[in-house]
Nanobody, 122 residues
Framework: QVQLVESGGGLVQAGGHLRLSCAAS????????MGWYRQASGKQRELVAV???????NYADSVKGRFTISRDNPRNTVYLQMNRLKPEDTAVYYC????????????????WGQGTQVTVSS
């Protein structure tokens, strides 16, 4: 009974900004790594950014310097601040979290948000 709920997508002009949010809820014991992926039409899903439970971050080269991933551990929420957006950033963005569930502490499981559309116009 764990779920991730995303919000914050939309339509923006090139050079604009958006902030995506993703909150985990349910019978979770802890939220470990969290990340954002995106999938453009006709393309494979790719990793955009990841943040560990300790706060270490990694970014795809295409977004480095423009996007910032962060997390609010008490709220089990991960954010993606996207600045200076480009048309090539257009995609469905999915959040991902590796979660240790209260009823099964022997293993962690990956969960995905429902996806949110980000469209950047020229």
């Amino acid at each position: 009974q764990v779920q991730l709920v995303e919000s914050g997508g939309g339509l923006v002009q090139a050079g604009g900004h958006l902030r995506l949010s993703c909150a985990a809820s349910g019978r979770l014991f802890s939220v470990n790594d969290m990340g954002w992926y995106r999938q453009a039409s006709g393309k494979q899903r790719e990793l955009v950014a990841v943040i560990t439970s300790g706060g270490s971050t990694n970014y795809a080269d295409s977004v480095k310097g423009r996007f910032t991933i962060s997390r609010d551990n008490p709220r089990n929420t991960v954010y993606l601040q996207m600045n200076r957006l480009k048309p090539e950033d257009t995609a469905v963005y999915y959040c991902n979290a590796r979660i240790l569930r209260t009823y099964d502490l022997r293993r962690s499981s990956d969960y995905w948000g429902q996806g949110t559309q980000v469209t950047v116009s020229s």
